[in-house]
């Protein structure tokens, strides 16, 4: 199967280039946590109203049903980092794409990131999305029937297991989840 043309993960092109942004004028960073599976759609909404964005994308090659398949995803699914005032915050959510904004409390150090972000990806690396989530790591179930459950990831794979103890009995028990739902405590 072809692979489809790269979207537009950037607008403008020159949003980080070192005289485009300060900490200390109007604009500032946010986190738009959208819907499901709907982070190239509110892209190509943001290029149509010209709104500032960045959504990192990565190249991805897999195997099914023994056909080779590929394509860009993104590199942190559910967000977007859109950057401007509040008009620009209140055109993204106009959309109807957007589930969530997330405020961005340090926006040099967010800036700074998504600086090295885009140097690293610009740069043609292979680069692949890592969780910071490793075995025996105390974690919160953000969402799902499971919400506000703490325990343990018990193993990372292509879905987490996430186990409770019950100390007394010196048993536990494990259930799979995905990484998405949980953060780390």
Known sequence: MPLLALEPSIYPNTLFEETSWSPDCSERWWVLHTRPRAEKSL?????????PFYLPLYHK???SGGRMQQSHLPLFPGYVFLRGDDRVRQAALETNL???VIPVADQQQLHADLVRLYQLI???????PEDRLAEGMPVRIMHGP??????????RDKNCRFFIEVRFLQRSVSAEIESWMIEAL
């Open 43 to 51: 892209a190509r909404q943001c290029v149509g109203r010209e709104l």
């Open 61 to 63: 090659k897999w195997r």
């Open 98 to 100: 957007v589930a969530h």
């Open 122 to 128: 610009d740069s043609d690396a292979a680069v692949t």
């Open 146 to 155: 499971l919400a506000g459950m703490e325990g343990k990831v018990l193993r």
